[in-house]
């Protein structure tokens, strides 16, 4: 029981640094967006994207699945309706995690193609999912 314990918190920590990196890239795209590329406003954001993704994002995402799974295995919750919708929202999170890792390798390329506008909108789907995972965790509506 000790140990389920020790890997929920875990799990939690993941989800908040997860959280955090992926609401917080688009805003370091909006940014990005302005900046004259080859600029040294340009390549600070690309250090800054890039570390983020690679040293907080990635290895989030990464700890949060495994204990995810674990959690999930030993509590038999992969029977439940609820975790059905929390996993189908957790895959979509995934999903634009990739997608953010796309984007942060064409703007280190220089190959930026949407507005700061896109950036914005991209950033409100994660706010979405994450409040469709929370209120299914606690609340367990189905």
């Known amino acids: 029981m000790m ?4 890997i929920k918190a875990l799990h939690v920590i993941a989800i908040i640094a997860w959280m955090a ?3 917080y890239l688009p805003r370091l795209f909006v940014y990005h967006c302005s900046a004259q590329p080859g600029s040294i406003q340009s390549e600070t954001f690309k250090i800054m ?3 983020l993704l690679r040293a907080i994002m990635t ?9 995810g799974l674990y959690l999930v295995w030993t509590s038999g919750f992969y029977k439940a309706g609820w975790f059905h919708m929390k ?4 895959l979509i999170l995934s999903g634009v995690h990739g997608k953010m890792s ?9 190959r930026n193609v949407h507005s700061d506008k896109y950036y914005r909108i991209l950033n409100e789907i994660p706010t979405v999912c994450m409040l469709v995972i929370v209120v299914g965790v606690i609340v367990k509506p189905f």
């Open 102 to 110: 796309a984007l942060t390798r064409a703007f280190a390329e220089d």
């Open 21 to 23: 990196a992926i609401l």
């Open 87 to 90: 996993f189908l929202f957790v």
């Open 49 to 51: 994207e890039r570390r």
């Open 3 to 6: 140990s389920y314990l020790w």
């Open 59 to 67: 290895p989030a995402m990464i700890v949060a699945w495994l204990t």
